[in-house]
Every structure is written in structure tokens, then in C-alpha cells.
T-cell receptor, first 112, second 113 residues
Framework: GESVGLHLPTLSVQEGDNSIINCAYS??????FIWYKQESGKGPQFIID?????DKRQGQRVTVLLNKTVKHLSLQIAATQPGDSAVYFC???????????FGKGTRLSVIA | NAGVTQTPKFRVLKTGQSMTLLCAQD?????MYWYRQDPGMGLRLIHY???????AKGEVPDGYNVSRLKKQNFLLGLESAAPSQTSVYFC????????????FGQGTRLTVV
């Protein structure tokens, strides 16, 4: 069964605020956890990944946090912009050299 | 640089009809994948390929067949379409199987009536 899931299907934030998108996982053996962004009418696009032996990784305006104790993954977007409106998927590769398994997605809506 | 290209972008089929979705990538990637996306279900893996001439089943392979005759192309076939196969289909490719960055096409919206 699916081992990656998201807490909320939708999230609305004010422009300029920080966004936090959450994901729970059940497979402790996963090597990497990944976040993808899917804009309307497009295919998913890679944002950032984090290896299972790390707690935090930062990118441009995004931070991914991994809490292995409670099997929780989050994506933080700083100063959310209208262009951040999209569906965000967490994903994992359950074992090395296996295809990615995606969660159900959270739709982020940015209110101007 | 086109990346991953899917054809067609839209299609309506009658139940029982057959069709083939074509995926082409120009990044010389070894690995290619077909996912389907349904509302509230996320992306589910149908089939994948680890190289020319090879294919493997994913999470939801029933009702689909695939072929990888050339490294750059990955075909998804529906032999006898069913309404349950109404979905948006995405092809993706990656440099390696465990690579976290997969490149996706724009998707094919298929409706089976």
C-alpha cells in the first residue's frame, strides 16, 4: 500500500506569509524524500530532496524538514508568492534504485 | 531542448477501443516511467523501464502494456479501454532509477466514454 501521504488536501495562505506543507510517511527504510510542484496543466517538477540521514535542507526560499522520530516531512516556503500556487507532492524512493512513490498532494492557494 | 514530450495531449475513446500513448525524451535517460493521476489519488506508477528493451510493472499495471524499443521512446498501450482508465497520464524519465529528480511530460488527458 501507499506509504507516503499528506495531512491536508488544500491550504490557503496570504501572499507574503510563510507556507508549511506537511507529509507523513510510514516506510522508515526510504533513502530519500522529495518534494515536487505541479502547476495547473503541467507535469510535476522537482523542487528539493533530502536524504534520510539529514534533518534539514534549504533551497531557494524553500526548506525541507525531516523528523524521523514521528515520520514526518514538511516543506516550508518563505514569503509565499502567487507563482507558488500549485499542487505539492511529497515522494520517496522506498529502497535504493526503485521508482518514486508519490503522495496524494496538497493544493496551495495564495491569496493576494 | 524539449525534455519529455507526450502525444497526444487529449483523447476521447469509446469503451473497448485501443490506443497508444507516445512518450519521447531527448535527455539520453536510461529510465522511463508511466504514471496516472486521478483526483485525490496522487500519481500512481503503471509501468516503468530501466533501459531499451526492458519493462517492469508498477503499482497499477492491469489493462496496460508498454514497450521500449528505442531508448528515447516509451509507449503505453490500452488494448481495450474502460471508463476506469479515464485519467491524466504522465510520462517521466530520469538519469537513474534511484534518482530523485524525474522529468515529467505535460500529460495526456484521456477520457473513456
Amino acid at each position: 500500500g501507499e506509504s507516503v501521504g499528506l495531512h491536508l488536501p488544500t491550504l490557503s495562505v496570504q501572499e507574503g506569509d510563510n507556507s508549511i506543507i506537511n507529509c507523513a510517511y510510514s516506510n522508515s527504510a526510504s533513502d530519500y524524500f522529495i518534494w515536487y510542484k505541479q502547476e495547473s496543466g503541467k507535469g510535476p517538477q522537482f523542487i528539493i530532496d533530502i536524504r534520510s540521514n539529514m534533518d534539514k535542507r534549504q533551497g531557494q526560499r524553500v526548506t525541507v524538514l525531516l523528523n524521523k522520530t514521528v515520520k514526518h516531512l514538511s516543506l516550508q516556503i518563505a514569503a509565499t508568492q502567487p507563482g507558488d500556487s500549485a499542487v505539492y507532492f511529497c515522494a520517496e524512493n522506498k529502497r535504493r534504485n526503485t521508482p518514486l512513490v508519490f503522495g496524494k498532494g496538497t493544493r496551495l492557494s495564495v491569496i493576494a | 531542448n524539449a525534455g519529455v514530450t507526450q502525444t497526444p495531449k487529449f483523447r476521447v475513446l469509446k469503451t473497448g477501443q485501443s490506443m497508444t500513448l507516445l512518450c519521447a525524451q531527448d535527455m539520453n535517460h536510461e529510465y522511463m516511467y508511466w504514471y496516472r493521476q486521478d483526483p485525490g489519488m496522487g500519481l500512481r506508477l503503471i509501468h516503468y523501464s530501466v533501459g531499451e528493451g526492458t519493462t517492469a510493472k508498477g503499482e497499477v499495471p492491469d489493462g496496460y502494456n508498454v514497450s521500449r524499443l528505442k531508448k528515447q521512446n516509451f509507449l503505453l498501450g490500452l488494448e481495450s479501454a474502460a471508463p476506469s482508465q479515464t485519467s491524466v497520464y504522465f510520462c517521466a524519465s530520469s538519469y537513474s532509477l534511484g534518482n530523485t529528480e524525474a522529468f515529467f511530460g505535460q500529460g495526456t488527458r484521456l477520457t473513456v466514454v
